[in-house]
Nanobody, 123 residues
Framework: QVQLVESGGGLVQAGGSLRLSCTAS????????MGWFRQAPGKEREFVSS???????YYADFVKGRFTISRDNAKNTAYLQMNSLKPEDTAVYYC?????????????????WGQGTQVTVSS
């Protein structure tokens, strides 16, 4: 399994920006789908964005045009640039890796998960 460590969360005002980072251990990063999911209090974990090893990027409708996912295989790191943040973006954000399939949004397909990083957007 890949070990994942997220960083970059914090408190920001509405309209502000944050960049989340996810650094992976091991040698499977470059052939893994890297995903970001989030979970707000009292809600189910939901898909935010993912990037495949083939370069394809995918976004939930509620972040399209505001968030950008990228990866640096040389650094074993995936990023989520979050702009124009809204209070409803407040959640714990999790990085996840899917090393076995090309599925990019089903959390059950992601076998490795980070510990999560809190993002709080104040109004």
């Amino acid at each position: 399994q890949v070990q994942l460590v997220e960083s970059g969360g914090g408190l920001v005002q509405a309209g502000g920006s944050l960049r989340l980072s996810c650094t992976a251990s091991g040698r499977t990063f470059s052939r893994s789908v890297m995903g970001w999911f989030r979970q707000a209090p009292g809600k189910e974990r939901e898909f935010v964005s993912s990037i495949g090893w083939w370069g394809g990027t995918y976004y939930a409708d509620f972040v399209k045009g505001r968030f950008t996912i990228s990866r640096d295989n040389a650094k074993n790191t995936a990023y989520l640039q979050m702009n124009s943040l809204k209070p409803e973006d407040t959640a714990v954000y999790y990085c996840a890796a899917n090393t076995y399939t090309r599925d990019y949004s089903d959390p059950s397909r992601f076998s490795s998960w980070g510990q999560g990083t809190q993002v709080t957007v104040s109004s």
